[in-house]
């Protein structure tokens, strides 16, 4: 007789015993009960303590230097330049006073040659393009345009406006940058083409996401990306901010950005490694970094469950030990699959048929290999949903005198939006951690387009601040 499952959704109907005791000690390593939960949580918080006790800590908890909540009422025509690692974004934001926001904007492919060698130039030029496209090109008697810049790279923040490049990531690689402003390369740039337009605020797209939430519900405290990659910024109170040097705000608040994709990656002592997450680091580009990052983020949740297809395959407990040149190569096997397999509740599974026979080209699985995918796709997004709301709970937990009137949790992303249940599970877990009278105060929400909308109220709020 097989032995019993953790829980009914893990039996496998017509499985075999050694079948259903490989699914019980996956579901044993991917299964966290609240107690490991609140372990993790205590080490979360004492590594943002470290992070904004001193530099060059793990959770680098980087001052955004954006000190004030926009009303929701503020109104006008804002702008924002979106770069990402493939494209750029030109936006117009026009505020309606009323929380909203309507966006006009224009993308443009990033070449080559932009990538490795004038790329300030070429986001010169495709401001120009925008602004001469729509007739908003200010003219000599006209005031310069204010833009906020969203530059999703990894910087040191010296003010509102002024940042050093610290490297280049996402396959951009521009010689004689590291070390240097971005906002003055570009501000040169967009001088060189003659234009009237100041870069007023540089900005992270969590950032972004905070302020665009904050203007629709001006009690936001958190802004959050559960995406292709996970990060967070919150309202923090500048006393607790030890290693702040610059002047008390009159708000008393800054908004930081956690960069806490990189919790336990120096020490793997508290999250919960599996072989599989242990491979997946070690063949990543960027091994013992963004170790919270690898477990709940659209771009590995794949890659883990793909491992797990192939160990078990490799016990002859899947597929009949059998295996395809898709399967066997690295991120073949994309998160969206994962998504679908969780809600096929078909009679024969035929989703997970498609998924295993026409996308990995494995052909002729059974309904035992179809129940064993569905339960590695709930297992491994289960984890990533309870995860998530370590970094919830240790970051509203940080100021608890805010939770006993309504908080706004702005959230974007992939898997916030479309992983079956992730928000359901992840705000279920966070309820376990804040007492029922808090929780009952604190408000989840879609924040769109935080390094678009939320770039251009970062540039209204720091020409404001000016």
């Avoid at 908080?407 to 928000?423: K, L």
Wanted: aromatic letters at 8%; a neutral charge; one cysteine or more.
């Amino acid at each position: 007789m097989s032995p019993e499952p953790l829980d009914p959704r893990y039996t496998i109907k017509g499985g075999t015993t050694e079948q259903q005791q490989a699914v019980n000690m996956l579901a044993r390593q991917f299964l966290l009960t609240d107690e490991r939960l609140a372990k993790i949580i205590k080490e979360f918080r004492r590594r943002m303590e470290e992070g904004l006790a001193s530099e060059g800590k793990m959770m680098k908890m980087i001052p955004s230097y954006v000190t004030r909540r926009p009303t929701g009422t503020e109104t006008g025509s804002y702008y924002a330049i979106d770069l990402g690692g493939t494209h750029i974004r030109v936006l117009k934001v026009t505020l309606d006073g009323k929380g909203g926001a309507t966006t006009m904007h224009q993308k443009f492919a990033l070449p080559d040659e932009a990538k490795s060698r004038t790329l300030f130039d070429f986001i010169a030029q495709c401001v120009e393009t925008f602004l001469d496209d729509h007739n908003i090109r200010p003219t000599g008697h006209q005031p310069p345009i204010d833009m906020g810049f969203t530059f999703s790279y990894p910087v040191q923040q010296t003010s509102i406006n002024s940042g050093t490049l610290v490297q280049w990531t996402k396959g951009l690689n521009v010689p004689g940058c590291v070390g240097r402003d971005v906002v003055r390369l570009l501000q040169d740039a967009l001088l060189r083409l003659g234009l009237r337009v100041k870069v007023a605020a540089l900005v992270n797209d969590t950032v972004g996401t905070l302020l665009s939430a904050a203007y629709a519900d001006p009690s936001s405290q958190m802004g959050i990306i559960f995406g292709t990659g996970t990060n967070a910024a919150y309202y923090e109170s500048a006393t607790n901010i030890a290693k702040w040097k610059g002047p008390n705000p009159k708000s008393g608040e800054i908004v930081l950005n956690i960069e806490w994709g990189a919790f336990d990656s120096d020490e793997f002592s508290v999250l919960p490694f599996t072989p599989h997450d242990i491979k997946l680091d070690r063949k990543s580009i960027n091994p013992r970094k963004q170790a919270y990052e690898k477990m709940i983020s659209g771009m590995y949740l794949g890659e883990i469950a793909r491992n797990i297809v192939l160990w078990l395959a490799d016990q002859r407990l899947l597929l009949d030990g059998r295996s395809s040149e898709i399967l066997n190569a690295m991120w073949s096997l994309d998160t969206s699959y994962l998504s679908s397999a969780a809600v096929d509740n078909s009679p024969d599974l035929m989703e997970i048929q498609q998924i295993i026979e026409k996308t990995l080209n494995v052909p002729n699985s059974t309904i035992v290999d179809r129940q064993i995918f569905k339960v590695i796709s709930l297992l491994v997004g289960e984890r990533a949903a309870r995860l998530s709301s370590v970094g919830v709970v240790t970051t509203l937990t940080k100021r608890p005198e805010l939770l006993n009137k309504h908080v706004n949790v702005g959230i974007d992303g992939s898997m916030y939006e479309h992983y079956p249940n992730f928000e359901r599970i992840m705000s279920e877990t966070v309820s376990h951690f804040i007492p029922e009278e808090q929780f009952k105060n604190i408000t989840f929400n879609c924040a769109k387009d935080g390094s678009g909308v939320g770039a251009a109220i970062v540039a209204m709020l720091a020409a404001e601040q000016d």
